[in-house]
């Protein structure tokens, strides 16, 4: 069916492309030809029985072909004045086709990321499978802003029995990521009157971005072996942002004396402790210290997240709350994005109910925690390389002597080796007289990718060590 | 192992759950005690030794459990002067459990639904295990804040196909559902200088209310049988919120010369045309009116959406950008959630490339089809009511001659008989002068639902329309 024609009063061909129906084909011949200019505007067309006999169609799939161009704006149609190519921009030209999907690093080291490769396939698409063969227009009709009640109450229970918080459904909040949830809170905390926040110093720049975003100042505290100095918490101070279990990225947890001093605050100045549990599943020498959400439920805030054991695209987070931020906190989620998606919620729900989440959580911590004392082991090896933190989570802080070229250089030196890892000196707030220092994450990497990446990394700081003073 | 012991020093009962192992039963019991106010702040602890004792364990499982507990901060250890218990506020009311679900009126007939009883399950799960089954680090790890590639090239050549969008996956953003990308580019033309957005009257109050937010002013449009009336669109307007395949709610599309003529407005003054095609896929009298994007790409955001087709909770939305758009809406989005979630983009990347989605489309539009079939006839046979716009879409516009009872009155009517409508009342900006109306949705209920949905409906109308006067 491919045909041309010229038209009589147009020198025009046409291609129709046999693949699609007459008209349709016709359609898109047209609507190319007047896109890229062959066809210019105020162009009169062929009549539609000229046309339909030079093309060997019928006059109606003709007509049909210029009623729609008209309707959609390609064609003016004036009675007894036939039908004339309107007033189109000619197609600009086509840009780039879409960059291919960069690679990963060679070496994935980063921090906070977990084994991906490791998801619980099976157990997801079997959860998924229930999902869908349950009610569909429960699963997906117009959705909870607080999040799936499903997904709320597993929550709920699953954080009581694990990290020992003290909460209900009707207290926790989904949101879409933890970078989300912290963002509504500082919303909601601006609105409130709020204007200082405490923040470890270092700690996630990401994080410290989102909260000074809303317009709230940050007031750094200083991290030691006891974590975050918590006498810098005063009147002044009207929220703080704390990693307890597992100082981010320094990997020491907070001394009980602070913790108690934190819950103190909180009870006499009304202060808000946002306590960001992000890898609390992972301890690797004992049993994980609890929330400290548990000795001030009703000032504190606490953040948990599915990226750390799943994985981050899933973008599910939590957040258990004091019931009077429960409301403010619901509707800036509302006002954001409506509702988090449901599917993945539920079937969240599902894999936490059905104690598959626990399984996963527990093969992934002996797995991570071999990972953890190789990584050790031949750290042990390097001169000058001090492991810093408890046995927890899913990086190291390695701090390096004096007598290691400067951080950036040994990064940019990894870097072009394939590595990816970070480095403490972003993190700080402050980082003049602070140690140089490198965040190896060991989770990131599939199983058969770790030893080689130790080596890598080994081998690469080895190298870099001995530009020293050159 | 149920066992309780009373305190040499303190006169307290503890019961050791048996379902939990002995240490885990101690810290609970102990935690549960202080929460609770039984173990007030200050309290001696027994020795290790002595409680070991009493309660048949361990000095070990004792002294592991007070380290816990010390490291949560319930409990405070000076060496030499035993254990006491911390400053800890008792535990506040349980708070009332979480309401549960509440049930959907007994009738959806809201407009805007599709009939998610009919979502194409086994589609969706062999294309979630094909997905599952692929690259989990691709599948899982940190997300793209435009949406996945392999979605954006599905959705740019959907487009092109089915609504002759003229764009490529380098312009499209995937966000959370239309409204997150509504607001998204609402902020984006604020911070560019933008002040005035013209919308339809009536229009979406939501949308409405989402441009509103960011500070921009909305000029009304008002709508007559050829759609808006576009002659409003002057130098003062920055942009224009369009729905003109199928006006929202009135049903009317925009006609050609008006495509034109806002078209030839934005070249002219730079404004920027944003397009919802929120039901374009449906149309049931003939082709659907091709994308207003499409003579006009440079000045046109082209809006699409999942909700209509598979179901809301999925937040799956879509936006083709002008070039210069891309970069600063990717930025917000970023800043606003760092990435949709990817597991569903990748999905339905799946489903519209193996060309299931089209399929569902197809038949969806049948049914659907049929269904408003079925509301005119029975429209017809009710005096004062009038059926509005043309064949296409998920809900019908009915105008409400003089002689009813006020728009008010008879929503609630129907609301008391489980029936969920809108009305048109609330959709205008300015309802002065403009005639009352019902805004039925068709597609919502399960295909077994809708004749009794319908049966339930016109009982409810003929009954309201009796008490005109009354």
């Known amino acids: 069916m491919r045909k041309s024609w010229s038209g009589s009063r147009v020198d025009l061909h046409i291609d129709l492309d046999a693949s699609q129906g007459r008209r349709s084909a016709l359609e898109s011949a047209l609507r190319d030809a007047i896109r890229q200019g062959r066809l210019a505007a105020g162009t009169l067309l062929p009549s539609t029985r000229g046309l339909a006999t030079e093309l060997g169609l019928s006059r109606g799939t003709v007509t049909a072909a210029y009623d729609q161009l008209a309707e959609e704006g390609y064609l003016t149609s004036r009675p007894g004045s036939g039908t004339t190519v309107a007033d189109i921009p000619p197609e600009t030209e086509a840009s780039p086709s879409a960059s ?88 909601v905390l601006v609105r409130s009157g709020a204007r200082t926040v405490a923040v470890e110093d270092p700690s996630h720049n990401v994080f410290r971005a989102v909260v000074q975003r809303t317009g709230l100042a940050v007031r750094p505290m200083p991290v030691d072996a006891d974590g975050a100095r918590v006498d810098a918490l005063t009147h002044e101070v009207d929220a703080v942002l704390l990693t307890p279990s597992h100082q981010y990225p320094t990997g020491v947890p907070l001394h009980p004396s602070r913790r108690q001093a934190v819950s103190a605050w909180a009870r006499t100045t009304g202060g808000l402790v946002i306590e960001d549990d992000y890898d609390g599943e992972y301890r690797y020498d004992r049993q994980p210290v609890g929330a400290l959400q548990g000795i001030a439920p009703d000032r504190t805030v606490y953040c948990g997240t599915a990226s750390k054991t799943l994985g981050p695209a899933l973008r599910l987070a939590w957040m258990a709350l004091p019931p009077e931020l429960v409301k403010p906190v619901v509707a800036a989620k509302q006002l954001a994005d409506l509702y988090t998606e449901s599917l993945s919620q539920l079937v969240l729900a599902d894999l936490i109910t059905s104690h598959a989440y626990d399984r996963h959580v527990r093969a992934s911590r002996l797995r991570y925690r071999r990972r953890r004392e190789l990584l050790l082991a031949r750290a042990a090896g390097v001169p000058g390389l001090t492991v810093r933190g408890v046995p927890a989570g899913l990086h190291t802080l390695v701090t390096l002597s004096a007598d290691w070229p400067a951080e950036d250089e040994v990064r940019s030196f990894c870097a072009r080796h394939g590595l990816a890892l970070r480095g403490l000196s972003e993190l700080h707030i402050d980082a003049h007289g602070r140690p140089a220092g490198l965040l190896i994450g060991f989770a990131a990497p599939p199983e058969h990718a770790y030893r080689p990446a130790l080596d890598a990394l080994f081998d690469t700081l080895l190298t870099a060590r001995s530009f020293r003073g050159a």
């Open 100 to 187: 291919p999907i960069p690679a990963g690093p060679r070496h994935d080291l980063r921090p906070g990321l977990p084994d991906v490769s490791a998801f619980p396939a099976r157990a997801w698409l079997a959860a998924t499978r229930r999902v869908v063969a349950g009610s569909r227009s429960v699963m997906l009709g117009a959705g909870d802003p607080q999040g799936r009640i499903e997904l709320r109450t597993a929550v709920a229970d699953y954080l009581g029995r694990t990290r020992g918080v003290v909460t209900t459904p009707d207290r926790i909040v989904i949101t879409s990521g933890y970078y989300q949830g912290l963002s509504l809170l500082s919303d």
